[in-house]
């Protein structure tokens, strides 16, 4: 079955620091996403990316965050100046085309920022 | 008012009871929606669509009622491997984002 890769799996950053987490969403999808997820609350949207520009973000999303797809199959969420309230675990998924298609999620970057 | 709504449980219920969750959303908008599933520190798991005739894949039943806008998730003989956290999903439109509910949290006790 096809699935989302992300690295790192466990990512450790001092406060400040840039970090980028990867994902390689599967390889037929034309629609990408990052979500985060704080430690014991829900899933939420940051981006959503389609040919090759930002389609919507939610206002958690700000000018700390940027994402990338520099090649045919890596697609990046880039964090400036990390901070400590970025401790999350950050979900890339991709979807294809159809009402009813329901996302992939990769299994997850945990970002510590200390 | 919470875009999407789930209580959080716990539902703790033995192996073999059949077991219901209601979820609702705001938006009269909102036009495909989800159910997924979510292990402790894992990424949510695509369990199923949910359509407007209502559905069901095996064990799990789902149904949507448009006029009172929730869906519901049945799931009947219950296994412990059903100890999840199960999360209620709705799109508004396009394919650009969903927005997720906190999820109801179910523990299949032996």
């Known amino acids: 079955e096809p699935e989302v890769t992300q690295t790192p799996s466990h990512q450790v950053t001092q406060m400040g620091q840039e970090v980028i987490l990867r994902c390689v969403p599967i390889?037929?999808?034309?629609?990408f996403y990052w979500y985060r997820q704080i430690l014991g609350q829900k899933v939420e949207f940051l981006v959503s990316?389609?040919?090759?520009?930002?389609?919507?973000k939610s206002e958690i999303f700000d000018d700390q965050f940027s994402v990338e797809r520099p090649d045919g199959s890596n697609f990046t969420l880039k964090i400036r100046s990390t901070k400590l309230e970025d401790s999350a675990m950050y979900f890339c998924?991709?979807?294809?085309?159809?009402?009813?298609?329901?996302?992939?999620f990769g299994s997850g970057t945990r970002l510590t920022v200390v | 008012r919470k875009e999407v709504e789930q209580d959080p449980g716990p539902f703790n219920v033995p192996e073999g009871a059949t077991v219901a969750f209601n979820c609702t959303y705001s938006?009269?908008?909102?036009?495909?929606f989800f159910w997924y599933r979510q292990d402790c520190r894992k990424e949510p798991k695509l369990l199923m669509s949910?359509?407007?005739s209502g559905n069901e894949d095996g064990r799990f039943t789902a149904q949507l009622n448009r006029a009172s806008q929730y869906i519901s998730l049945l799931i009947r003989d219950s296994k412990l491997s059903d100890s999840a956290t199960y999360l209620c999903v709705v799109n508004e439109g396009g394919y650009q984002k969903v927005t997720f509910g906190t999820g109801t949290k179910l523990q299949v006790i032996p």
């Open positions: 938006n009269s908008a909102s036009q495909s």
């Open positions: 949910v359509y407007s």
């Open positions: 390889s037929n999808h034309l629609y």
């Open positions: 990316f389609y040919n090759n520009e930002i389609s919507e």
């Open positions: 998924a991709s979807s294809g085309i159809g009402r009813n298609y329901g996302y992939t």
